[in-house]
DNA sequence: GATGCCATGTATCTGTTAGAAATATCTGGC
DNA sequence: GCCAGATATTTCTAACAGATACATGGCATC
């Protein structure tokens, strides 16, 4: 599966949600798969005209002039399942703190505790985040069909943060003491 | 500080271990920073360039015809000391997985649930290898002063595939029970 | 009801990046 | 000598992020 096809998959699956035009897509995209994952207009678009050209979606014409909203097809739906199954591509992996903490030595000790300290703090603001997040949500989609799915994402996400801010207190400690 | 200034860092810190050669250098980055970093040579190659132009690295003769070893000078060392300073910089979300997820119900939850399970899987294998790599690493380095560094980026490695793991596990127990 | 601001909406451009492919060169084994 | 495989360089393509330019409509406020 090229990369191309995971944008198809976000832009396909938000389709299935309600018909789109592309501004209201990325919005819906960075809102709601903000938390994992991104696109920008300028692979929204060509892949909906790919989408339209291979008859995966249908353009409708919108509420104000020049504007088209977007409508997934039965062919369209097909598509989405058959990427759905294809092996999850990763992506290469860019860790800026990691990269720095490695060459620590160079950077020096107090610096790299500020970097840990940072970083911890936003792991725990970050999960904080999630929690609320997941309480708002399930209020608002606790009895949808979606909901279980969406759940596990953002249980990642507080697992991942919780992880990260555990890490940087174990790295904190033992890098106390005399410089 | 803009991805191009990432790599500078990831090549100007291997060199600082060893003068090498573009080649080397990515084999450096890919075993050694691999769990948290990648270059490829489309990246390496004009980055030596730049940095060369720039005076931060020096260009010897290799050990053979066309080839070319590279040494970091005192005005690279002084840039990258400048560039791990520079706020990190995050590169945008991309969890195939997660997207995946996402779109559990119209994937389908025992599809989800193969899912999870091979997530889990590589989270236990990774955490084991990571696991073997300290123990092994220890040993090897564990009086050098780039140790304690090294050492917080393999712990990082090992929180992170705990957490994959246990919310794995969480999701699958939540996900159970009738289709 | 004129004006200006802001959200909505479309489209494209630039530079960055990953990954692979094409091309040499060297080394060791046979 | 010659082949396989490791080393090494260079270039290409498509994906990609982010910015920018531009147009449109709603609505607040004077």
Redesign the pocket.
């Known amino acids: 599966m090229?990369?191309?096809s995971?944008?198809q998959v976000a832009v396909l699956g938000a389709l299935t949600v309600e018909p789109m035009?592309?501004?209201?897509l990325?919005?819906a995209i960075r809102d709601v798969l903000g938390h994992f994952w991104?696109?920008?207009?300028?692979?929204i678009?060509?892949t909906l005209q790919a989408l339209e050209d291979e008859g995966h979606v249908r353009r409708q014409e919108?509420?104000?002039?020049?504007?088209?909203?977007f409508v997934i097809t039965p062919s369209g739906t097909a598509r989405l399942i058959e990427l759905l199954n294809e092996p999850v591509q990763e992506?290469?992996p860019?860790n800026g703190l990691l990269l720095r903490l490695f060459f620590g030595r160079v950077l020096g000790r107090e610096r790299c505790r500020e970097l840990l300290r940072g970083a911890k703090n936003a792991a725990e603001a970050q999960r904080a985040e999630y929690e609320q997040l997941l309480a708002h949500l399930a209020v608002a989609e606790g009895d949808t069909p979606d909901w279980p799915y969406i759940r596990m994402t953002i249980l990642a996400g507080i697992h991942h943060a919780r992880a990260a801010a555990a890490w940087a207190d174990e790295c904190l400690d033992t890098l106390q003491g005399e410089p």
Not at 62 to 69: D, E, L, Y
């Open positions: 090229s990369r191309s995971q944008t035009t592309a501004y209201a990325r919005e991104s696109e920008s207009f300028g692979q678009y060509p919108g509420a104000r002039a020049r504007s088209s909203v992506n290469p860019r």
